[in-house]
T-cell receptor, first 114, second 116 residues
Framework: KAGVTQTPRYLIKTRGQQVTLSCSPI?????VSWYQQTPGQGLQFLFE???????NKGNFPGRFSGRQFSNSRSEMNVSTLELGDSALYLC?????????????FGQGTRLTVV | DQQVKQNSPSLSVQEGRISILNCDYT??????FLWYKKYPAEGPTFLIS?????DKNEDGRFTVFLNKSAKHLSLHIVPSQPGDSAVYFC???????????????FGKGTKLSVKP
């Protein structure tokens, strides 16, 4: 079955702009989580959505937001971009919050802010 | 403060030998642990997991050991192969921590190099 799909793969934006990243989870998966990966901080949790509801949020400013649609697809938005937002943004899907199951990651979106 | 720590940023091993990657955690509420492998320009790939009710889980060449009293887990790869060269991330998740299994807390990773 198809894996987690993230679009676009690469993005270059200017400081002050806003950006929207998209994630399509594995078919049948209802939970989508977003992570930011930077060389200095590693993988950091942004937020998790399940059935269109944000269930959990990491320690990121309000400029970072997200949403999930009824088909489980998710979008992440970053407003007023800063140079420090340059990172690899990863989306992970899992079946759901019931029980411990592994999360499957997409290839990520590489965002560069100039 | 880091709740999941991988203190070795890199590890070099000869092909055929054992690779041991270590991970420490501080939060006793974590009850599920996972290892992910990541190649450059790709997302992390799930490797193996262990529940806190177990102390060992084995899958082929990969074995994860959990020592709850020491809040320590390790990943053993035997025998190591050049294709195992990648960054390995340890992650923890607690059903009672944040109430969601989607919230994985990652270590900063250990870069494994397996030399032929």
């Amino acid at each position: 079955k198809a894996g987690v799909t993230q679009t676009p793969r690469y993005l270059i934006k200017t400081r002050g702009q806003q950006v929207t990243l998209s994630c399509s989870p594995i078919s049948g998966h209802r939970s989508v989580s977003w992570y930011q990966q930077t060389p200095g901080q590693g993988l950091q949790f942004l937020f998790e959505y399940f059935s269109e509801t944000q269930r959990n949020k990491g320690n990121f400013p309000g400029r970072f937001s997200g949403r999930q649609f009824s088909n489980s697809r998710s979008e992440m938005n970053v407003s007023t971009l800063e140079l420090g937002d340059s990172a690899l943004y990863l989306c992970a899907s899992s079946i759901g919050p019931a029980g411990n199951t592994e999360a499957f990651f997409g290839q990520g979106t590489r965002l560069t802010v100039v | 403060d880091q709740q999941v720590k991988q203190n070795s940023p890199s590890l070099s091993v000869q092909e055929g030998r054992i690779s041991i990657l270590n991970c420490d955690y501080t939060n006793s509420m974590f009850d599920y642990f996972l290892w992910y492998k990541k190649y450059p320009a790709e997302g992390p790939t799930f490797l193996i997991s262990i529940s806190s009710i177990k102390d060992k889980n084995e899958d082929g060449r990969f074995t994860v050991f959990l020592n709850k009293s020491a809040k320590h887990l390790s990943l053993h790869i035997v025998p190591s192969q050049p294709g195992d060269s990648a960054v390995y991330f340890c992650a923890a998740n607690g059903m009672n921590y944040g109430g969601s299994q989607g919230n994985l807390i990652f270590g900063k990773g250990t870069k494994l190099s397996v030399k032929p």
